[in-house]
């Protein structure tokens, strides 16, 4: 289970967002992340269940487990939701992530950010100068996601030794996306009821 622990995080996680954007988990929402530990470990042809989701997820980013964990939180009413505003700025800096490597990453381009993250010195003082932005622009989710990513990328918290696999993975580049959406279409209607 060490080997697995961030299958494991992973599966508790995304199953509580999920879990909890129902109504009627609301008075039980506490007693879920215990039960989905324990879900997590039981055995299926000697692997986890845990380790199944993971071979459709991969292992994720460190600050996509961040989002999670604030998101799982929130709706435990542990922390405040983020500001729309600070959402919309969190949106744009990993959308932006997103959009610098993954066109390559399909093949769209010559051009190979994700060697970068080998020896990310210059990537990691970018997103230093990053983290300072969204600091003074009191955006404490971004700044955690970014923070806690480098380090655990500094301890090598996961098998990976590129800096990008801390930072993105293709289900943040996807919310990026959507949630991208979901904001044009709110401020679209907005100006249209407005007018």
Known sequence: MVSLWQAHLSFVLLGFVLLSTFRFTAPWRPWLLPVLVAVSVIPLDELPLAAYVRSFTDDLAISTLVLLGWVAL????????????????????FGLLSVVLYPATLGLTYFDPY??????????????????????LRNALAVWMLVIGTLAFALRLKASENYWDYLVDPLLAGYCVVAGLMQVKRCCFRKWKNS
């Open 115 to 136: 060697r970068w993250g080998f020896n990310p010195r210059p990537m990691i003082a970018l997103v230093a100068v990053a983290a300072l932005l969204m600091l003074w």
């Open 74 to 93: 929130s709706r435990l009413g542990l922390v405040q939701p983020q500001s729309q505003r600070h959402q919309v700025q969190m949106l744009l800096l």
